[in-house]
């Protein structure tokens, strides 16, 4: 695959003034959330259909045999983020074990990290929930994403 | 039945800080989650489980036939809501025609009308989505929502 | 100005997983965060900074003198919504007096409408909170959004 | 101050459908809307205002000196969470240093401990944004809910 990893690990997003709160700031949480979109963004660029991956209620449900919940997540928050702040969203994916990977997201903001956040799933059957080996397209969505990509700092 | 509709009707609620935006005041759509809410709450109190009327991952989803997508909503907004504020939730429980329901939620400060909102619910057949009669849990709360609660005003 | 009002009016969205419920489908009251930030992304790509509309405790907080609280908003919901659908937002801008307007938004999905959305905003005075004329940089949107458009069916 | 911490430091909490997503589960970043509101009921019970300790658009809000911007945040999650659970929220605040402090929350299930949260404040003079002494309310509410504790195991 010669696509460029920068193509599919870089999302872009625009601060809305619903993620405020009264201190006129970002409120904490949606960092997060903007975590997990940047995350689905990646996947969905790299090549993926994501209703291979995430369940739903009307398509291809019935197939999906695996499920990915969330077993830890931090955040460090270091400059205030304001409505209509233009911000970069790296991430840094990276396999744990061959049922575990995680995200990190390096937030930037001209240049600058505002913010830093990290998800970790684990793979499960999505029957009986116990642990299972991570699924395909994870897998190769980790593996393009590390090869090529040469260290990169954090 | 000899309980007092005023006991399941009537829910409570305090306005915390990631509830408001940066102008200082209760972000608007939150309006509708505190009404999807109060009428979990409601429910509840009246004695229904929950998980016999909404789907869920793990317990009893095999079981639930029907779902309750809704159709329409709305909401007023009078005063500003801020931080800390104590609120009354009226709910105004209608059943509308044989597959669908709308509850009203006028929500009070201090016995001072702050805000108003609207859900309607269409019953369906979770598998075929087809429209369906209301779910029999949700007849019997409507019913008794209505009876002997006499004329209230809106 | 010789601006196409489709370059501010029609805004993209894919839906996200944590949009979703345990229904599976789009869990309803995230339609009015998604008219409201595709009203924002509309003011900037016409040409305004935010910073100038909506307050913020960082900078020009100061020089602020209006707000634009929601007076009302409606939404209905005609077909299911699930993660990864793509979805265009076409945006009705409306003044309905001088201190007062709505922005209806139609979403579609693969040319088929699926919900509609509609939100009213009452222009105030911050300090007093009286009402005010629409603010300078509103109106001139307000105008370039209906000069030009032409009949649009909704 | 004769009251018992744990009137003040163990919060109940019932999860909503609406915090569910299409796997069937609680959304995992809700986690850290409960544990912030969580504080929040804690602080109101202990006997604050909490328009003393966070800013809003109508009322005090010139007052307010300080600010208490979230510096790092984290949580486990090791149990799935449905709506209608009923949760225990147990918090256990920290003094960090003079301008910081933590609060952990345990959440229980029937005993059972589904998930921790953790969320580290500085406080910072809201003008000049540079870190200050912890505000007297907090300081005081930080002392009592360690004093007279003992020993809690997490």
């Not at 949480?29 to 969905?44: G, P, Q, V």
């Not at 840094?92 to 990190?104: A, G």
């Amino acid at each position: 695959m010669s696509k460029d990893p920068g193509d599919w690990l870089v999302v872009k997003r625009v601060v809305r003034f619903g993620e405020t709160d009264a201190a006129g700031v970002m409120h904490f949480h949606n960092l997060f959330r903007w975590c997990h979109e940047a995350w689905e963004e990646s996947l969905e660029r790299y090549g993926m259909n994501v209703n291979d991956i995430f369940p739903n209620g009307i398509e291809k449900d019935e197939n999906l045999e695996f499920a990915l919940p969330i077993v830890h997540c931090q955040a460090d928050f270091r400059l205030p983020i304001i409505t209509g702040n233009y911000l970069d969203l790296i991430l840094y994916p990276e396999k744990i074990d061959m049922w575990s990977f995680q995200v990190k997201t390096q937030f930037q903001r001209e240049g600058e990290n505002v913010a830093l956040g990290l998800i970790r799933h684990v793979a499960i059957n999505a029957k009986t929930r116990e642990r299972c080996p991570l699924p395909t397209p994870i897998s190769r969505w980790l593996e393009s994403s590390s090869i090529d990509l040469g260290p990169r700092p954090l």
